[in-house]
């Protein structure tokens, strides 16, 4: 899930330990989206994320 900030608060990105401080129309994905959009913190986007290198879904990919 996708999903853009529209109100300041903090949390930590997926995988990550230390909380960051998102401004609204910051863009977030993952499990921290998922949060912040049922705690109204955000609104989902629609939008499927990036599969780019450090995209969730890539992670545990077997090559």
Do not use: C, H, Q
């Not at 912040?36 to 939008?47: M, Q």
Request: no cysteine; glycine share 12%; proline share 8%.
């Amino acid at each position: 899930m996708n999903a853009r900030v529209i109100t300041p608060f903090y949390g930590a990105r997926d995988g990550e330990l230390y909380p960051t401080r998102f401004e609204p129309g910051d863009l977030i994905e993952g499990e921290l989206a998922e949060i912040a959009v049922r705690g109204r913190w955000a609104e989902e986007t629609g939008s499927e994320p990036a599969e780019g290198r450090n995209s969730p879904r890539r992670k545990g990919a077997i090559r």
